[in-house]
């Protein structure tokens, strides 16, 4: 009967998962960002002629506006393409079902990881749970981030290690290798976070590779060999580089060069030295880690308007006392595999600290599932130190409503109001504005859009359905470079335009040759796209 229990327990967190990433997964938002319609014509194109919009041949690396991206990701989005057609569900589809399935193997992490423990099966269901619930995790898995994989496979990959470590089972390392070696192509962070979290494990699990150091070899071999492929192809560094906070030397460098000048002059050279710029960068990056336990940032605003819903945090501020009740509960009862979990969670911050933007929920995604873990502990922590059943009854009621209360404002501002209140930071209006020009009174018009219309072409390509084989015949995307480039009868780039030509803009144009042909709104009111005929 417990079995059966377990098992209902199991499938029911799992289906409440599953179905808060998948609901109406290609109408919320409402629309796809330019990564996002990035990512989908390249599948589509990879499913039509095995090459990417530039022409490579199933590359390593994506190329879309100036960024290089993983290749997992755009792998991944092919079945789902075929299955569904070329449309915003498919595009999504890989997020939401990794983010879905990381949600049991949290489960199956926590149960190895605390196997031998009376409190195993519950802290596992708890972490399970509060994951199922996490606006964090929902948020991410519902939209095409590329960090929804890699913490999947960080998971999975750290799971496999553990029951390997247990069923001493050398296929099992062989495999991890391989699921953590996939982190690293799913997401550039992981490409930092991944070695350096191995390192750990390998630390963990010292005891049985003393005694098994053949193996131990292998192991590091075989993760060496699998995260070192992406160095086939320099580029896929190129985004790392370019946003880390040391990039732009100018702006972080300015005023400690003003001071340090100062100081030369007034003959001060031990002060001089703090205005050192290696300080300098040591103090941005400690400020931007430490800026990755900022509560306010973590239960009240968070960041990007895109990485939360309206309103809210990236975590239940109900989270907080039982976070805080976790970290004691493990650090006095639990200390080797607190040692692990700390460790987990005190590195995570460290690739999204090097670069500018920072804190930022998507960099920082691997920090889940501790949270979630510590929740789950701090949870049982109370149910421990509670001794009257009256007052028990009483407590856990009162904290049961609070996250009731949590979970149900969260899922109403996020399905409710994702869609009228951020519509703007979703590029909202792109899709309507690329397919009215596509209309067929249109077909004899030359079409321009604007450069205010950001990387229009790549919605026009995606949501048009435009031929891969005939835009790969007519150079690809190799003419970006090119001060003006067409697609059919749309022109982007700095054009020439004449008398009867259509111009796509985002901004109102007052000139009395241009006659408003049509304008797409926001749902509240403003105007996101304005379409002109141009007299």
Known sequence: MKKILTIVLFITIFLLGTSLRFYKLGDIPNSLDWDEASWGYNAFSILATGKDEYGSA?????????????????????????????????????????????????????????????????????????????????????????????????????????????????????????????????????????PILVVGLILFAKDYFLKHRKLLIIFGICFVLFNSLWLLDSRTTARGKSVLFTSDQTQLLKNPLVESNQDAQNNQKFFNVVHNRRIIYAEKFVSNYVNHFNLNWLFVEGDLARHHAPGMGLLYLVSLPFILMGIYFLLTYERMNALL???????????????????????????L???????????????????????????????????????????????????????????????????????????????????????????????????????????????????????????????????????????????????????IPYSFGDTAVFVYTIQ
Not at 79 to 91: D, H, Q, Y
Not at 344 to 364: D, K
Request: charged share 15%; aromatic share 22%; hydrophobic share 50%.
């Open 341 to 367: 979990l700390g460790y987990w969670f005190l590195l995570a911050p460290i690739a999204g600290s090097l670069v500018t933007g920072s804190p930022n929920a998507e960099r920082a995604l691997i920090m």
């Open 58 to 194: 199933y590359p390593l690396s994506f190329k879309a506006f100036g960024d290089y991206k993983q290749p997992v990701y755009v792998y991944a989005e092919i079945l789902p393409m075929e299955l569904f057609g070329v449309n915003a569900f498919s595009v999504r589809f890989p997020s939401a079902f990794f983010g879905s399935f990381t949600v049991p193997f949290v489960f199956l992490l926590v149960y190895e990881l605390f196997r031998k423990k009376h409190y195993a099966k519950p802290a596992a269901f708890l972490s399970m749970l509060f994951l199922a619930i996490s606006p964090w995790q929902i948020q991410f898995s519902r939209v095409a981030f590329e960090s929804v994989l890699g913490l999947f496979f960080v998971v999975f990959g750290v799971w496999v290690f553990l029951r390997g470590l247990r069923l001493e089972k050398k296929w099992y390392f062989f495999a991890s290798a391989i699921l953590l070696a996939l982190s690293a192509y799913s997401y550039h962070a992981q490409k930092l976070f991944t």
């Open 369 to 519: 599932p501790i949270w979630q873990i510590l929740e789950a502990f701090g949870f049982m922590q109370l149910v421990k130190i509670i001794k009257k059943k009256a007052i028990f009854i009483g407590v856990v009621s009162i904290v049961v409503c609070l996250y009731l209360f949590s979970f149900v404002l969260y899922t109403h501002q996020y399905f409710h109001h994702t869609n009228t209140d951020f519509d703007r930071y979703w590029q909202y209006g792109y899709q309507q504005a690329v397919t009215f020009v596509r209309q067929p009174q249109f077909i004899d018009k030359k079409i321009y859009f604007a450069q205010d219309i950001e990387q229009g072409y790549i919605f026009y390509l995606f949501y048009n359905q435009i031929d891969p084989k005939v835009y790969l015949a007519s150079g690809g995307s190799n003419r970006l470079q090119n001060s003006c480039y067409s697609i059919t009868n749309a022109y982007f780039g700095t054009c020439n335009k004449t008398a009867g030509d259509i111009f796509v803009t985002s901004k109102e144009i007052k000139q009395h040759n241009y006659t408003l042909l049509k304008t």
